[in-house]
């Protein structure tokens, strides 16, 4: 079970969220903290159940020394918050479909039966796809825990800010990781805001709704 946590007012969250750029530098996330964060957001949904969502979290002063030179005009999120989360695409995320459907079975969530004609279906299909329809799958499915991730933050008291401006040809190497493997979707920032966002307008329901 989820521990319990600051915020559990969901109108709260969702309206409440800002994209915070300035953070209280001596505001610091535990490590456990940071993956029970990352293990709520984790429950977002995916694709076949594949989960290919992977972080870099980027927390110590030689981490942030070496994305900085790598976040263009995002330098400020870097400098002052509890962390940088680099979220990834796993476009090889089918070798953990075993140990996925295995457990689910363990745990009484899904019958063997099923299991095994899912995993083979999986594992007919994804390994062949070209590299591009992978990497399709995986920001797609980042995205959504990325967005989760965001909710959740705001339930432990904390801000984020979500941001596309980096050097994405460059970014998974410098972090020792196989560019060819894990692709950047986007980063986060991580910490409690020193300023408050900004609110901002968003159009209307049915300016972006289309009724067939």
């Known amino acids: 079970m989820p521990k319990p946590i600051p915020n559990n007012d ?3 969250i969702i309206t409440g969220r800002r994209s915070v750029r300035h953070y209280d530098e001596n505001i610091k996330i535990s490590k456990e903290e940071m993956l029970d964060i ?3 957001a984790s429950l977002a949904p995916s694709s076949a159940n594949m989960q290919p969502w992977r972080v ?8 942030k020394n070496k994305l900085r030179p790598l976040v263009q005009f995002n330098t400020g999120q870097n400098d ?12 090889q995320s089918e070798l953990y479909v075993e140990e ?7 745990q009484g969530k899904m019958p063997k039966d099923l299991r095994d004609k899912q995993v083979t279906q999986i594992m007919d299909m994804f390994p062949l796809l070209p590299r591009e329809i992978k990497i399709e799958v995986a920001k ?6 990325a967005m989760q991730l965001m909710l959740v ?6 801000d984020t800010n979500p941001m596309a401006g980096f050097e994405r040809d460059t970014i998974v190497r410098a972090f020792d ?12 920032s991580i910490g409690k805001a020193s300023q408050e966002g900004h609110e901002s307008v968003r159009l209307g329901s049915e300016q972006i709704t289309f009724w067939r």
């Open 10 to 12: 969901f109108n709260n």
């Open 38 to 40: 990352i293990k709520e």
């Open 56 to 63: 870099i979290v980027v927390h110590t002063p030689e981490g």
């Open 80 to 91: 002052t918050s509890a962390a940088m989360l680099i979220i990834l695409g796993d476009t």
């Open 100 to 106: 996925i459907y295995d457990s689910a079975v363990e």
């Open 140 to 145: 797609i499915d980042a995205s959504l825990f």
């Open 153 to 158: 933050a705001r339930a432990h008291g904390y």
């Open 177 to 188: 990781l196989d560019d060819e493997r894990y692709v950047p979707v986007m980063i986060l």
